[in-house]
C-alpha cells in the first residue's frame, strides 16, 4: 500500500506498551504490535523509515525495591534499529510535565544504534516553541510539531 501510494518515507506511531500489568503481574500485551513482524515488513523498502514513540513499546518491568518500574529495553527496539529506522521521541509536555527535549533524547542513548534522534514536539495545550520543555530543539539533527489541530 504505502509502494503503491508513491511516498518516498514512513513514520509510523510506536505507542502501545509492550507490557501491562494484570493481577500485579507484568505480562505481553496482547495489543501490542511485533516489531520484528514490522521490520521484516519493512526490510526491501528502499525509502526512510521511522519510528515516533513515546517508547513504551521498547520498555519492560522490572522488580525493585519499591515494586514494579519501567525499564528501557533495547532488545525490543532492536529489530528497528538493526533495520536503520530513525527515532523521533515524542516531547509532549501537555501529557507528560517533565518531557523536555533533553530528557527524551537523553533516553535515547539506552538503544545503542538509535543516534541523532529528532524529537516530535507537542505544541499544543498551551505549549509552544518558547517553552522551556522545548530548549535545545534547534541543536537536534531535526524536529518535527504536533499541535493536536490547534493553531500555532
Not at 521511522?50 to 513499546?57: D, L, Q
Not at 520498555?59 to 528497528?80: I, M, N, Q, S
Not at 536503520?84 to 507528560?96: N, R
Not at 539506552?110 to 534547534?138: K, M
Amino acid at each position: 500500500m504505502i509502494d503503491a501510494a508513491g511516498v518516498r518515507g514512513v513514520i509510523l506511531e510506536a505507542e502501545i506498551p509492550a507490557e501491562i500489568m494484570v493481577g500485579g503481574e507484568p505480562r505481553a500485551n496482547p495489543q501490542a504490535p511485533d516489531w520484528n513482524e514490522v521490520a521484516d515488513a519493512f526490510s526491501d523498502y528502499p525509502h526512510d523509515r521511522a519510528v515516533a514513540t513515546s517508547y513504551g513499546p521498547f520498555t519492560h518491568y522490572v522488580r525493585e525495591a519499591g515494586g514494579w518500574a519501567l525499564r528501557p529495553d533495547p532488545v525490543k527496539a532492536k529489530p528497528l534499529i538493526d533495520g536503520g529506522w530513525y527515532l523521533m521521541p515524542y516531547v509532549y509536555p501537555a501529557e507528560h510535565a517533565t518531557a523536555t527535549v533533553e530528557s527524551q533524547t537523553f533516553y535515547a542513548t539506552h538503544y545503542p544504534g538509535w543516534y541523532n534522534p529528532e524529537p516530535v514536539l507537542g505544541v499544543y495545550g498551551g505549549f509552544t516553541l518558547s517553552h522551556p520543555a522545548f530548549d535545545g530543539y534547534q541543536e537536534c539533527a531535526g524536529y518535527s510539531l504536533w499541535d493536536a489541530g490547534e493553531v500555532l
